[in-house]
């Protein structure tokens, strides 16, 4: 759930909870309550964690926040810095922070987080025990992010050598729609690399990009570095979150944030089979720049060919469901492929952070196309019985019936049999909707596209194994996507 609520501008997911459990969003909610029991506990939060997220204010402009919080494991926020940056002047830097959380057994929780700047309250769902996906409770913000737990930070945690799979996204100095991938090689304080970008619908290839880690990580894993893509340079807060990952934020006026993953060994020979994606960005078409979201499957047969491929999408609220294309690519070469395919996305390119997984940008030659998403290797033998277990969504988009962003977070249980259970935590046009019961039901395919519902509203998914697929609504007026993921047992 990356950058969609930005692409999207203006979002609602009313429809998805009906009628049920809605509070007017003077006063924030209390934490969670109820819920299926996954053996989580206020004491699974503990340590430092990264967060980050992006959104849209109430004004119109769009923002990005990063920043570390400690959790004591009691539920107390004791320490904690963030980074907040806007399109409309905001610049919030190394702000102080401490709150609160809690935490129900099915993963279910809510943050609050006090700075000078002000309180960000985020209702959240743990994908595992060093991960959750979240958004933010405001009547003046539109938000979705995630934090991961954080290692232990030394002053040589960047030093490398290492490779990075990057992604950025965000808006230009012109506050155009921007998205990149490529990687990045950080040796000593030296950075360099490859970088793939489209700015404003104009795609350029592979252009090189070089830069400095201008300062070593601070004890919340903090620092700085300057990177310029093709020429143009730009300053960023990195936090460091691991060996294997890292989040940016830019710092000098440009609203651009992104992340960057350890690079694994690739062999190019398993880039075959089915490849799950899911992508958003924007769309011009006759004279006007559209939200679109497409969430698909392609089938590579190793050598060059797509096979077969099939897709759900949704420009500005019209949709197209189980459209079938082709095309071709051409297999990754240090990691990079592209492809040129006969729909919405005309061109990917794509950087692998494994060979299971790539980051994806997408492009035409008309210049009217930029989308950036994830693309995840399919397992094969895919059933209804295979999923099974607990399950953390996150859903966020655009609602056209009753208009304006809304997000959501649950956790559900599915029984093998093709019926959920759970409870869903979600902001609306005006409304906090808390712990809420909601029922669905699901029924996988051997190709993994399977239509479903939850809470009342349809969806399409494409599963990539038993334990996560992407969703899209398959109702034209409701421009939602989002990631379901499978939570260990604690």
């Known amino acids: 759930m990356r950058n969609i609520l930005s692409f999207l501008s203006v979002a609602a997911l009313a429809a998805l909870v009906g009628c049920g459990g809605g509070s007017n969003t003077v006063s924030t ?37 990063a920043g570390v919080f400690t959790a004591d494991g009691d539920g107390n926020v004791t320490a904690g810095v963030r980074d907040i940056y806007s399109d409309g002047g905001q610049k919030v830097q190394e702000e102080s922070v401490t709150g609160t959380y809690n935490l129900t057994t099915d993963g279910r929780g809510q943050v609050t987080l006090k700075g000078s700047s002000g309180t960000a309250v985020y209702r959240f769902v743990m994908r595992s025990a060093t991960e959750a996906t ?29 490779t990075y799979v990057v992604r950025l996204d965000g808006e230009d100095s012109s506050t155009a729609p921007y998205g990149a991938v490529g990687a990045l090689t950080i040796t000593g304080s030296s950075v360099t690399g490859t970088v793939d970008q489209n700015d404003s619908g104009t795609f350029s290839a592979q252009l090189a990009a070089s830069g400095s880690v201008a300062s070593t990580p601070d ?14 340079s730009h300053t960023y807060d990195y936090y460091w979150v691991s060996s294997n990952e890292i989040e940016l934020i830019c710092t000098d ?56 491929g099939v897709e759900d999408y949704n420009v500005g609220g019209a949709y197209t469901g189980n459209a079938s294309f082709g095309g071709s690519y051409v297999v990754p070469s240090s990691g990079r492929w592209t492809a040129t395919v006969t729909a919405q996305a005309t061109n990917m390119v794509g950087w692998q952070i494994s060979s299971s997984q790539s980051v994806v940008l997408t492009y035409n030659s008309a210049g009217t196309l930029l989308e950036t998403g994830t693309l995840r290797a399919q397992t094969s033998g895919l059933t209804t019985a295979g999923v099974s277990g607990n399950y953390a969504v996150d859903i ?18 599915a029984d093998g049999l093709g019926a959920l259970t759970g409870t869903m935590d979600s902001q609306t046009p005006g409304y906090y909707n808390t712990n809420v019961a909601e029922t669905g039901q699901y029924a996988i395919s051997s ?7 939850i809470a009342g509203a349809p969806f399409v998914l494409y599963a990539v194994d038993g334990t996560q697929g992407y969703l899209i609504s398959s109702d034209p007026n409701r421009m939602y996507q989002g990631r379901m993921v499978q939570q260990p047992v604690q």
Not at 283 to 306: C, K, M, N, P, R
Not at 396 to 413: H, L
Not at 447 to 453: D, K, L
Request: charged letters at 10%.
């Open 29 to 65: 909610p209390s934490g969670p309550s109820g819920g299926n029991n996954v053996g989580f506990s206020t004491g699974s939060v503990k340590g430092n964690y990264v967060f980050s997220a992006s959104g849209v204010y109430s004004n119109g402009n769009s923002f990005a926040t």
């Open 134 to 162: 979240f958004f933010q409770f405001s009547p003046s913000a539109d938000t979705t992010g995630r934090f991961l737990l954080q290692s232990t930070v030394t002053s040589t945690a960047l030093n490398g050598p290492a």
């Open 219 to 232: 004890t919340y894993g903090r620092g700085s570095m300057t990177l310029s893509i093709g020429g143009t």
């Open 253 to 308: 006026g440009t609203l651009v944030y992104g992340y960057a993953d350890l690079q694994q060994p690739s062999n190019a020979g398993t880039f075959a089979g089915g490849e799950v994606f899911s992508l958003s960005g924007y769309s011009a078409t006759s004279g006007s720049t559209l939200a679109i979201l497409e969430t698909g499957l392609v089938t590579l047969d190793g050598a060059g060919t797509v096979t077969s």
């Open 396 to 413: 966020s988009g655009y609602n056209f019936d009753d208009p304006g962003d809304v997000e959501s977070t649950a956790s559900y249980s």
């Open 447 to 453: 190709t993994g596209r399977s239509t479903t519902t």
